[in-house]
């Protein structure tokens, strides 16, 4: 119940194109869901953040959108570029905890 | 700007020694992290730390492990006898206030430390 499960395990978008990364968690009590990017041999950075009030999140290119019924949200990178080629994180935690629970990463690639 | 600060970047170490991974969290953050990240698998959350004593561990975070500050500014991971399931990289972090939930402050992430126990 604690996990937070995320597709796909990798992804190639040409640049351009829209980059789609999925989550699904399973305990109601969540209450905060981020978004990290991770380059290689750098540590997970925040991203974008929503919580379970709005279905919705733009910050530039980056769109998190939020399916409280369906327990499911969404990382979506429009106008996908090779920089944006990294590794992306969901995460999810609750108001009484300090942890963040990671799902397991999504590889992105982006060709030009 | 400012940020978390880890060393070493990378640290080998025989079986059954103790390893000291270490952290300069952000000067006037309160709360401090400590999450590892096994090669190819996800970041897990360790423990956390606030006002000089664990806020909350998780089941990893067995007897092997220990966190301290030492001074104002360095916050430790110590592992008294690394196994061969220790290899990982842990990411030291620290935010404001608690870094998730209702608050909703950040957790900004150190580059990692790999340790590879041999």
């Known amino acids: 119940q604690q996990q937070v499960k995320q597709s796909p395990q990798s992804l190639i978008v040409q640049k351009g194109g829209i980059s789609i990364i999925n989550c699904a968690y399973e305990?109601?009590?969540?209450?905060?869901f981020p978004w990290y990017q991770q380059f290689p041999g750098k540590g997970p950075a925040l991203l974008i953040a929503?919580?379970?009030?709005?279905s919705e999140k733009k910050e530039g290119r980056f769109t998190i959108s939020f399916n409280k019924s369906a327990k499911q949200f969404s990382l979506h990178i429009m106008d996908s570029q090779p920089g944006d080629s990294a590794t992306y994180f969901c995460?999810?935690?609750?108001?009484?905890?300090?942890?963040?629970?990671f799902g397991t990463g999504t590889r992105l690639q982006v060709f030009p | 700007e400012p940020e978390v600060t880890q060393t070493p970047s990378h640290q080998v170490t025989q079986m059954g020694q103790e390893v000291i991974l270490r952290c300069v969290p952000i000067?006037?953050?309160?709360?401090f992290y400590w999450y590892r990240q096994i090669l190819g698998q996800k970041v897990e959350f360790l423990v956390s730390?606030?006002?000089?004593?664990?806020?909350?561990k998780s089941e990893i975070f067995d007897d092997q492990f220990s966190v301290e500050r030492p001074d104002g500014s360095n916050f430790t991971l110590k592992i008294r006898s690394t196994k061969l399931e220790d290899s990982a990289m842990y990411f030291c972090?620290?935010?404001?206030?608690?870094?998730?939930?209702?608050?909703?402050?950040?957790?900004?992430f150190g580059q990692g430390t790999r340790l590879t126990v041999v």
């Open positions: 929503i919580r379970p009030d709005v």
């Open positions: 000067s006037n953050h309160l709360y």
């Open positions: 730390f606030y006002n000089n004593e664990i806020s909350e």
């Open positions: 972090a620290s935010s404001e206030a608690r870094g998730t939930g209702v608050m909703g402050t950040e957790a900004f």
């Open positions: 995460a999810a935690s609750m108001w009484d905890t300090d942890k963040l629970i």
């Open positions: 305990n109601t009590a969540f209450d905060y």
